[in-house]
């Protein structure tokens, strides 16, 4: 079965400095992997996603991520985060090739920033 | 630009209570499906469908039903309500091997 596993619950940056959210993920097969973001309140947002190619993939609000097979992870990345980037991460696998149940999650790493 | 539309954002109801959440997706995607959110459990597939008149069941099915009669819409259905099922409900849809897009939320309270 798939899984995905973020191991910070909880991270604190100060404002400006640099990002790092770690996700790891179970998949027996190609994997497809996304990077979603929910403000308080609100609906999950699409940061990032890898179907395939390039393992450094650009998203929305100067992310990255980069997968890495060998590792069985996909971590989030920002040089320099802002106040507005307060929010709930999740990272998702799903099946590459048109699986239908949809994707599985971890269970959130809540990013904090400080002044 | 609609997408991935819920009613109703926000709902109270009473234990053994019954209520349908609807969902409507106006990208023609031929795949929808309803999470559950609750806190330090992340999202959890509840219910998914592949296309018009079929359903399967996801990752925490029980106590809720769900149909999709037509492409565009997916209900998601509590017969009897339990304080258990207090949690925030997503709906959300996409094409086969593609991205999936998450409507705003439902809110739901059982008392």
């Known amino acids: 079965a798939q899984s995905v596993t973020q191991p910070d619950i909880h991270i604190t940056v100060s404002e400006g400095a640099s990002l790092e959210l770690r996700c790891n993920y179970s998949?027996?097969?190609?994997?497809?992997l996304f990077w979603y973001v929910q403000s308080p309140g609100q609906g999950l947002q699409l940061l990032l996603k890898y179907f395939s190619g390039d393992t450094l993939v650009q998203g929305i609000k100067g992310f990255e991520a980069e997968f890495k097979r060998s590792q069985s992870s996909f971590n989030l990345r920002k040089p320099s985060v802002h106040w507005s980037d307060a929010a709930e991460y999740f990272c998702?696998?799903?099946?590459?090739?048109?699986?239908?149940?949809?994707?599985?999650f971890g269970k959130g790493t809540h990013l904090i920033i400080q002044p | 630009n609609a997408g991935v539309t819920q009613t109703p954002k926000f709902r109270v109801l009473k234990t053994g209570q019954s209520m349908t959440l609807l969902c409507a997706q106006d990208m023609n995607h031929e795949y929808m499906y309803w999470y559950r959110q609750d806190p330090g459990m992340g999202l959890r597939l509840i219910h998914y469908s592949v296309g018009e008149g079929t359903t399967a069941k996801g990752e925490v099915p029980d106590g809720y039903n769900v149909s999709r009669l037509k492409k565009q819409n997916f209900l998601l259905g509590l017969e009897s309500a339990a304080p258990s099922q207090t949690s925030v409900y997503f709906c959300a849809s996409s094409f086969p091997g593609n991205t999936i897009y998450f409507g705003e939320g439902s809110w739901l309270t059982v008392v």
């Open positions: 998949y027996g097969a190609t994997p497809y």
């Open positions: 998702a696998v799903g099946a590459s090739g048109g699986g239908a149940d949809g994707l599985t």
